[in-house]
């Protein structure tokens, strides 16, 4: 596509149920990155996957958060037991390689609100 | 472990003036790549200017130029001919050489016509 893609773009859940958002990175980009961005803070790094592994899965808070990208293309979040803590907004970027100089394009991110 | 500042959370300029915002950083590592992105109320962030640390030259990107002084660990973002359309949150960022964005805490900057 032309873009990252992410849906839902706003997504509102009860307290302990179970959430699943999906990003849909640019064609071609084989490096796939989450960020959670807080209300008036910076994003910050959750998961980090090359191709169809988890390179790095240093910043996923706790294990009720999974990430998965089984073809090495879309990639989906996955949030059990969700918390009111958990409301954010989850921001998905997709880069051409993995080196330092390759640059991270961002999607419109999805807006969690946790009832 | 990296950390980005940024001590600035608003800043104000007047249309068609320069304003300044400042970056720090704190990092063990020689060689990384710093960005400025741009987050206007759509949430998309936008690259707006990226620096190689091995390069001593400032990068520029028409109106937008960097001050880069590694020795300081500074990362500044000059915006030169403000616009009505450069108004949203603007963020410094290291990546470090396992891939990942670290991000400021942003910089909220509005024009004033």
């Known amino acids: 596509g032309a873009g990252v893609s992410q849906t839902p773009s706003n997504k509102v859940t009860e307290k302990g149920k179970y959430v699943e958002l999906r990003c849909d990175p640019i064609?071609?980009?084989?490096?796939l990155y989450w960020y959670r961005q807080s209300l008036g803070q910076g994003p910050e790094f959750l998961i980090y996957?090359?191709?169809?592994?988890?390179?790095?899965d240093s910043g996923l808070p706790n294990d009720r958060f999974f990430a998965v990208r089984p073809e090495g293309s879309v990639s989906t979040l996955k949030i059990q037991r969700t918390e009111r803590g958990d409301s954010a907004v989850y921001l998905c970027?997709?880069?051409?390689?993995?080196?330092?100089?390759?640059?991270?394009?961002f999607g419109a991110g999805t807006r969690l609100s946790v009832l | 472990a990296q950390t980005v500042t940024q001590s600035q959370p608003e800043m104000s300029v007047q249309e068609a003036e320069t304003v300044t915002l400042s970056c720090t950083y704190d990092t063990s590592e020689s060689d990384y790549y710093l960005f400025w992105y741009k987050q206007p109320p759509s949430r998309q962030m936008i690259l707006v200017i990226r620096q190689e640390a091995y390069k001593q030259q400032n990068a520029t990107e028409n109106r937008f130029s960097v001050n880069f002084q590694k020795a300081a660990k500074s990362f500044s973002l000059k915006i030169s001919d403000s616009q009505l359309g450069d108004a949203a949150m603007y963020f410094c960022?290291?990546?470090?050489?396992?891939?990942?964005?670290?991000f400021g805490q942003g910089t909220e900057l509005s024009v004033k016509p």
């Open positions: 996957f090359q191709g169809t592994g988890a390179a790095d």
């Open positions: 064609s071609g980009h084989t490096a």
């Open positions: 970027a997709s880069s051409l390689g993995q080196g330092q100089s390759s640059i991270q394009y």
């Open positions: 960022a290291y990546r470090n050489q396992g891939g990942k964005l670290i």
